[in-house]
């Protein structure tokens, strides 16, 4: 699984990929494994949108334990896809038309992502520029 560059961003594919572990303390998180066993860790510290299947949309705010309850839904899911908008936007796909859009906050890191898959972390800080961190 490799970062691969469009014009509006990055994306990565997974191949039979599957949400392991779903983290719950002051952000959300997720572990998302691909079929090769690599790993990447998303955490998500500003709210954000579940989209079900049925395309209803839900405000997941992270400090609110409560309105975290449909994520749990998401775990043992398949993964298909994460996508990082040059403005800072992240999208995870997941299957059955189910998905999870975090916005760039203005004030406050959004989210960052990284893990064995990538051999970087990418975070969206304050705004939306993107920072790269490499061992």
Do not use: H
């Not at 992270?62 to 975290?68: A, R």
């Amino acid at each position: 699984m490799k970062l691969r560059e469009t014009p509006d961003g990055w994306y990565l594919a997974f191949r039979q990929g599957l949400v392991s572990m779903i983290q719950i303390d002051f952000r959300l998180g997720f572990y998302l494994l691909n079929e090769d066993r690599s790993y990447v860790k998303v955490q998500i510290g500003q709210p954000c949108t579940l989209r079900l299947a049925s395309d209803q949309e839900l405000l997941l705010v992270p400090e609110d334990t409560t309105t975290l309850v449909p994520v749990l839904s998401l775990f043992n899911t398949e993964v298909r896809r994460v996508e990082i908008r040059r403005n800072g936007q992240l999208s995870i796909d997941f299957g059955e038309g189910r998905g999870l859009r975090v916005p760039a906050d203005p004030t406050y890191e959004a989210w960052e992502l990284g893990g064995s898959a990538l051999g970087f972390m990418l975070v969206c800080p304050p705004g939306g520029d993107l920072s790269l961190f490499r061992p």
